[in-house]
């Protein structure tokens, strides 16, 4: 069984938001072919909703009803439900909060999380996603293997399939070289798998050896044209390159292919950037955030564009919000500090410089930053230390030299801003 598992979401509207977590929560399954996810919002203007809901729900594996007491009360999603109490579908209850589906015909199934606890009684939520995550894969792979059982698989595919997933966990360890070994095993075993093409490229490009990722993920849309995530990742090298066209090629055709990857919009958007047409880009990177509200690299990626386009109160607050996902976001902190400054808010951007220079003690351009922010607070002495950290650290720093030679003639000492 090559084709993923078809899973239908069964969820009131007031809930879309834990659909949304659930979809993210599932990519790795999907990531890994494992199974497709469809959903309402998949419809499209002038198609029969109806006829879209109940002909895709005919086709599909599992149901997924996300239970509370707005979906219990739905009739839409319990006729939805009732279309799928036939032997071919797999209903599994998500429980999202304390409702009465104990007296529901829901009662009849075994629910996630585990023992019907409520998502919103665990601490983080994660973790109770994770749980529903792990109950799902046992799920899907309890109804390949009825499908599909190994004793039907040939020795080969077998060994294909262990080098396969012996390079995934070589990948997660960071043993590089180890991995693509791995993949390459699996490959020489099972040369017309689209996927282990895909993970040995991911692994090429962590190598910085982005010619045989491109060609190995060429090979995997040679043999899956409908790979998503292998156009993304081709896309998001071509970037890379400076061949920002063809990165726009695969990355419309990895969003084409899968209009949910926040991934493939971020990297389009940062192509936009490249082709300095920022209003594109920060299009592409509000589409991710929707996508993905937890995604920190894209926010910091907005604020760029919103920088690059001389809008910093925006720019602030999306570092703001790349710093609180991820506290250690030294680039936010940054960029954030030239936004301050740029808004004549020194003290602001003085902290912000601060932070990163605590985080990363020999960043050259932190001190050069906070220099030129100091030398506006009209601090000579301090924006002459911090143009000397800048130049010690990094002796080739021409601007450090050109702006340390202008605050010496400020200060008045002539002959050393001359040798400057």
């Known amino acids: 069984m090559n084709k993923g598992l078809k899973i239908f979401i069964t969820y009131a509207h007031k809930n879309s938001e834990a659909k949304d977590e659930l979809i993210i929560s599932l990519d790795v399954l999907r990531q890994n072919r494992l199974i497709d996810v469809w959903h309402d919002?998949?419809?499209?203007?002038?198609?029969?909703w109806r006829d879209a809901i109940f002909n895709n729900l005919a086709d599909s594996d599992i149901l997924l009803y996300l239970t509370c007491r707005y979906s219990l009360a739905s009739e839409n999603c319990n006729k939805e439900l009732t279309a799928a109490l036939n032997p071919n579908i797999r209903v599994i209850p998500i429980i999202l909060e304390h409702c009465d589906w104990q007296n529901h015909q829901l009662?009849?199934?075994?629910?996630?999380?585990?023992?019907?606890?409520?998502?919103?009684?665990?601490?983080?939520?994660?973790?109770?996603?994770?749980?529903?995550?792990?109950?799902?894969?046992?799920?899907?792979?309890?109804?390949?293997?009825?499908?599909?059982?190994?004793s039907d698989k040939s020795e080969k595919e077998l060994r294909a399939e262990i080098a396969f997933q012996h390079g995934n966990i070589l990948m997660m360890l960071g043993q590089l070289d180890m991995a693509i070994e791995?993949?390459?095993?699996?490959?020489?075993?099972?040369?017309?798998?689209?996927?282990?093409?895909?993970?040995?490229?991911?692994?090429?490009?962590?190598?910085?050896?982005?010619?045989?990722?491109?060609?190995?993920?060429?090979?995997?849309?040679?043999?899956?044209?409908?790979?998503?995530?292998?156009?993304?990742?081709r896309g998001n090298v071509h970037n890379g390159k400076g061949d920002f066209d063809d990165a726009i090629v695969d990355l419309d055709k990895a969003i084409d292919l899968n209009p949910n990857l926040a991934d493939a919009y971020n990297n389009r958007g940062n192509t936009y950037v490249h082709k300095r047409d920022f209003d594109r880009a920060i299009e592409d990177y509000t589409k991710a955030i929707q996508l993905d509200t937890n995604?920190?690299?894209?926010?910091?990626?907005?604020?760029?564009?919103?920088?690059?386009?001389?809008?910093?109160?925006?720019?602030?607050?999306?570092?703001?919000?790349?710093?609180?996902?991820?506290?250690?976001?030294?680039?936010?902190?940054?960029?954030?500090?030239?936004?301050?400054?740029?808004?004549?808010?020194?003290?602001?951007?003085?902290?912000?410089?601060?932070?990163?220079?605590?985080?990363?003690?020999?960043?050259?351009?932190?001190?050069?930053?906070?220099?030129?922010?100091?030398?506006?607070?009209?601090?000579?002495?301090?924006?002459?230390?911090?143009?000397?950290?800048a130049i010690d650290l990094k002796p080739d720093y021409v601007n450090a030299y050109y702006n340390r030679g202008i605050t010496y003639d400020k200060r008045g000492e002539f002959d050393r801003a001359i040798i400057d």
């Open 41 to 48: 919002n998949e419809i499209l203007p002038g198609d029969r």
């Open 107 to 150: 009662s009849d199934f075994q629910a996630l999380p585990d023992k019907g606890k409520p998502i919103n009684e665990w601490q983080p939520e994660s973790k109770g996603w994770q749980n529903v995550v792990d109950g799902v894969r046992k799920a899907v792979h309890k109804i390949r293997s009825q499908a599909e059982p190994d």
């Open 182 to 233: 791995a993949y390459s095993d699996a490959i020489d075993l099972s040369p017309r798998q689209p996927t282990a093409y895909n993970n040995r490229g991911a692994v090429y490009y962590g190598k910085g050896e982005t010619d045989l990722a491109i060609t190995d993920w060429s090979k995997a849309i040679e043999l899956d044209p409908d790979y998503a995530e292998a156009y993304n990742n």
């Open 295 to 389: 995604y920190a690299n894209v926010y910091y990626n907005r604020g760029s564009a919103y920088g690059k386009k001389g809008d910093f109160d925006k720019a602030i607050e999306d570092y703001t919000k790349a710093i609180q996902l991820k506290p250690g976001h030294v680039d936010a902190y940054i960029n954030r500090g030239n936004a301050y400054d740029e808004e004549d808010e020194f003290d602001k951007a003085i902290t912000d410089f601060d932070k990163v220079i605590i985080f990363k003690p020999d960043y050259a351009e932190a001190y050069y930053n906070r220099g030129n922010t100091y030398y506006k607070k009209d601090e000579i002495n301090r924006a002459i230390a911090d143009f000397d950290k």
